[in-house]
Nanobody, 130 residues
Framework: VQLVESGGGLVQPGGSLILSCAVS????????IGWFRQGPGKEREGVSC????????YFEDSVLGRFTISRDNDKNTVFLQMNSLKPEDTGVYYC????????????????????????WGKGTLVTISS
């Protein structure tokens, strides 16, 4: 399995950005995929995830209402649309995935257990600054 992120960059506060994660190697839809981020001097934290099989989505509280996650199954790509960006959204954003049944049954676990992810991308840097 390979995950390749793109779309990071420098954006002013209040702006928007779309991150993409190109997915390859999964042979079924039985997995959960999403985004983590790691800001300067901070631990890696879950941002959002989607269960590919049924499309259920989950968000960390600080991004709820500002970020949306979507997937294009035909293109095997997952998107993170980020609006109303704040300086505290700055960080490296990683795409991650797991086929683990515990995450498919309880997707909320995805956001709180980065150590449980089976696959990671290399990350893309998002900087929110004026």
């Amino acid at each position: 399995v390979q995950l390749v992120e793109s779309g990071g960059g420098l954006v002013q506060p209040g702006g928007s950005l779309i991150l993409s994660c190109a997915v390859s190697g999964f042979t079924s839809e039985n997995y959960v995929i999403g985004w983590f981020r790691q800001g300067p001097g901070k631990e890696r934290e879950g941002v959002s995830c989607v269960t590919v099989e049924d499309g259920s989505t989950y968000f960390e509280d600080s991004v709820l209402g500002r970020f949306t996650i979507s997937r294009d199954n035909d293109k095997n790509t997952v998107f993170l649309q980020m609006n109303s960006l704040k300086p505290e959204d700055t960080g490296v954003y990683y795409c991650a995935a797991t086929p683990g049944p515990e995450y498919r049954d309880f997707p909320q676990l995805f956001l709180t257990t980065p150590d449980g992810m089976d696959y990671w991308g290399k990350g893309t840097l998002v900087t929110i600054s004026s």
